[in-house]
């Protein structure tokens, strides 16, 4: 049977985080608690070094919390093994950051491709998939192409298709239009919101930016690792939605 837990695709409760640094522990995240529905976006913002990162990277697995518990589609990965949280994330996650992480020595296709391997998936039974991502992303003619041939706006593109390829049922993103133009970041922006719609995926994004921050269904503040939900913006685009 399933638990409550599973009635939402992200349930953190009380995570907290701290790191080291010299002779002080910095709590970067102060037991926050989310509760995130299947096929939302959300946004998360707040001041640089407020602990939004390192939450992120909480949620999706790649850091380890020191207390507290996260449930992905009802299951507690704070207590998965090292194998099988890699294994778990690579079914159900997929990430983007601002530094898209490319590996420089790999072509953009062979980039794309990585979590396909780490899935143990047949080749040809992402082909689908691919094609629809090239297309989307308007990256076929860049797939033979070293990241180093690429613009800032191509190569983060084909991080999104790399993070989209398994077809994640979650999507994190760390300022995923960080380092990029307006113009660029809108059209990456789109195609997240694009890709997003038509897989009914749920998308938790941090960003600094306002623009992105209000399409977003929700949107938290962090603040010195105390995380807290946006009321009045959620009031706001209630009202817009309901138009009164
Ligand atoms: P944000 O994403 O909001 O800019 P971060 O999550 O990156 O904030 O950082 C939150 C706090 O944790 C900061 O004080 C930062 O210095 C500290 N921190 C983050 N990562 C590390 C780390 N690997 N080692 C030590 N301190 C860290």
Known sequence: MADAKSQYILHTESVIKQYKQYDEVVTAVDRAD??????????IIGPSGSGKSTFLSCCAGLERVDAGHIYVRGQDITKMSFDELS????????????????????????????????CNRKDGSYDETLRRLVNTLNIKDRLHHLPSELSGGQQQR????????????????????GNLDRANADEVLDLLIKTREEIGQTLVMVTHDMNIA????????????????DRDYLDGKRKTITGY
């Open 34 to 43: 989310i509760k995130i529905e299947e096929g939302e976006f959300v946004a």
């Open 87 to 118: 294994r778990f994330r690579g079914q159900n996650m997929g990430f983007v950051f601002q530094r898209h992480n490319l590996i420089p020595q790999f072509t953009a296709l062979e980039n794309i491709l990585i979590p396909t391997l780490m």
């Open 158 to 177: 084909v991080a999104i298709a790399r993070a989209l390829i398994n077809m994640p049922q979650i999507l994190f993103a760390d300022e995923p239009t």
């Open 214 to 229: 209000s399409r977003a269904d929700r949107i938290f503040r962090m603040d010195n690792g105390i995380l807290t939900l």
